[in-house]
């Protein structure tokens, strides 16, 4: 089911397929969150929805800025609260 999922993925005209190569390792507590970071980073997102509690060392760091919003305020958004 998830190769079916990332097959879908790899034919949306709307995917740009982004390679990270540098490790920003900007959440201590829980090493394993970094991907996500990076990630952002590297795709030079907006910000990232997460209700985990570790993504909030992110609101210290000033570079690079990563915004973190939660999953109420993301949907709020989406609804155009």
């Known amino acids: 089911m998830a190769a079916l999922a990332l097959d ?3 034919i949306l ?3 740009v397929l982004v390679n990270k190569y540098y ?3 900007l959440i201590s ?4 969150d970094n991907k996500f970071v990076d990630c952002a980073i590297a ?3 907006d910000f ?3 209700d ?3 993504f909030q060392v992110l609101e210290d760091v000033e570079f690079p800025k990563v915004k973190i919003i939660s999953s109420s305020a993301f949907l709020k958004m989406l ?3």
Do not use: M, S
């Open 29 to 32: 507590v829980d090493p394993d």
């Open 8 to 10: 879908v993925l790899e």
């Open 43 to 45: 795709a030079n997102a």
């Open 23 to 25: 490790f920003w390792h």
């Open 52 to 54: 985990d509690r570790h």
């Open 79 to 81: 609804k155009g609260e």
């Open 13 to 15: 005209p709307n995917l």
């Open 48 to 50: 990232i929805v997460t």
